[in-house]
């Protein structure tokens, strides 16, 4: 059934993420400090439906049958991440062993059922106490999240080799503290912003000397942004070269952009367009500053869920070609655009010359168990083919790419937007907890079973089967 090989390399990693606001649960549970999404969570009209992640998935109790559950459906990666206040209920200071006892047990059970774990320092659920502190604002705020790092290093890196530090800084700082709608909530002025993003960037590269320096395992260490991409509208050189500068473009009024990120982790400094579009609220860098911050990484995390498309307009002027009326879209609205994942790994690991692995991209959708038992979220699996076929055309022109995971291995709280999108490869009723895998989890297994080649599996083409349907009564109008 399966005519042609993939690109992918032969060690390419296959696996599924998660993080620990949006599955675990357990808000309170032993010792377990708050943290700015319980307390987001926590005031009415925040988020959807008044949701929160106080039960999500359960994890935190369920999640030995959800590593099986993993096990069985064939994932040979996880990507999860640690909670900083159940390890470290005030955010500094004392540990709470209970809260890093749980992850040792949980990177102990993926390795009894042969899944590598990949480790997110932090993905958003930040100390409540630190936050009262200042948060990201404070200077010290480097210092507390290199404390944080040190304490799991220690205790997990004699079996953790893979480690991202920060998830989506565009988000946790552009919507928590720029626009608002994400934990903590706060609506400051873009040089604040840019002021707490340096120190987010310097509490990076300070993480990565800790895990560089004191893991037992050598390390394969990277970060995970959001990539802002673009793909051009035609074949055209001139829209390739407007969609590879619209990818390297920063904007003056938000963080939603790559270079003002990935420069000073991978250059070394921030770049000229940044400087240029922040002007005078761009941040003091302070001598030994980038210094710290680039620090040498072994892979450019990429979370990558649609594109922009652009042409060159007059003068070669970047122009967005807006969405024709009914073009695909997700249950989010976001843009179903499956080149995203050849022209942003394109971009991502031409600029700056590492490895790349697809840390997150996937789809919401609104799907539900069937009268069969089942959830038929056929769209999902067409969106996957179709992506994963873009991510190896990337491959076979010699991009690096190293790993995909999908969002998410099951559903989970989706931050402002409570429960109302569904991402997972298997569907949970979070009255019951109970866990069905979709259609989708069954033709993924398949995808990683077979390095991807089952991407091009002949489509089925049988009829459905409607034989027994009543004929239709044609009665005039
Ligand atoms: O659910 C989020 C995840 O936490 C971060 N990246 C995007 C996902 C979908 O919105």
Known sequence: MTSLRSSFPPSFTWGAAAAAYQIEGAWNAEGKGPSVWDMLTSQPGRIWMNDSGREACNHFHRYEDDILMMRDLGFKAYRLSISWPRVMPAGTGAVNKKGLDFYDRLVDRLLEAGI???VTLFHWDYPYELFLR???????SPRWFEEYARVVVDRLSDRVGHWMTLNEPQCFLGLGHLTGEHAPGLRLGLEEVLLASHHALLAHGRSVQVIRSQAV??????????GCISHPATNSVADA???MRAMASVYPDNLWNNIWWGDPIFRGCYPEEGLRAYGKLAP??????METINQPLDFYGCNIYSSTKVRAGDGGRIEVVAAGQGEAHTHFLWPVSPEALYWGPKFLAGRYGVPVVITENGLSLNDWVGLDGRVHDSARIDFLNLYLRQLDRAAAEGV???GYFH?????NFEWAEGYKHRFGLVYVDYATQQRTPKDSAYWFRRVMQTNGASLYDE???SEPSFNNLPELQTSPL
């Open 217 to 226: 395992r050598k390390p394969f260490i990277g970060f995970a942004p959001v």
């Open 116 to 118: 590598e774990p990949w």
């Open 407 to 411: 969002w998410s291995i099951m559903d």
């Open 241 to 243: 070269d407007a969609a």
């Open 284 to 289: 003091k860098v302070q001598p030994g500053d």
């Open 134 to 140: 200042g948060g990201w604002l404070n200077p010290e």
């Open 459 to 461: 489509p089925d083409q």
């Open 400 to 402: 690096d790419v190293r």
